[in-house]
Nanobody, 123 residues
Framework: QVQLVESGGGLVQAGGSLRLSCAAS????????MAWFRQAPGKEREAVAA????????SYTDSVKGRFTISRDNAKNTVYLQMNSLIPEDTAVYYC????????????????WGQGTQVTVSS
């Protein structure tokens, strides 16, 4: 059983930055692909970014490419999402997820989810 706890959300002005963290407890963190999803009010949950178990491979949704960076520290069982040049459209609850099957942007590919952290970007 893997438990995920997100932190680092908050209120920021457009153009600002935030760094989200996701601390994992439980076995086999380093064997799992990790991802960040987000869900804005009235919208479906969408994949934002994912990172392979080793950290060598990353994937991003088009709307965040060049602005967001996902990384992980397997020694600390933690995955990060550095968010720069934030825009109001980035406002959402951000969720951390862990999984092993293929399909980085598919919710069904992830077995474990955190509770989410709110990110609000003001204009």
């Amino acid at each position: 059983q893997v438990q995920l706890v997100e932190s680092g959300g908050g209120l920021v002005q457009a153009g600002g930055s935030l760094r989200l963290s996701c601390a994992a407890s439980g076995p086999s963190f380093s064997s799992k692909r990790m991802a960040w999803f987000r869900q804005a009010p009235g919208k479906e949950r969408e994949a934002v970014a994912a990172i392979s178990s080793s950290g060598a491979g990353t994937s991003y949704t088009d709307s965040v490419k060049g602005r967001f960076t996902i990384s992980r520290d397997n020694a600390k069982n933690t995955v990060y999402l550095q968010m720069n040049s934030l825009i109001p459209e980035d406002t959402a609850v951000y969720y951390c997820a862990a999984g092993q099957v293929t399909g980085w942007s598919t919710q069904r590919a992830y077995d474990y989810w955190g509770q989410g952290t709110q990110v609000t970007v003001s204009s």
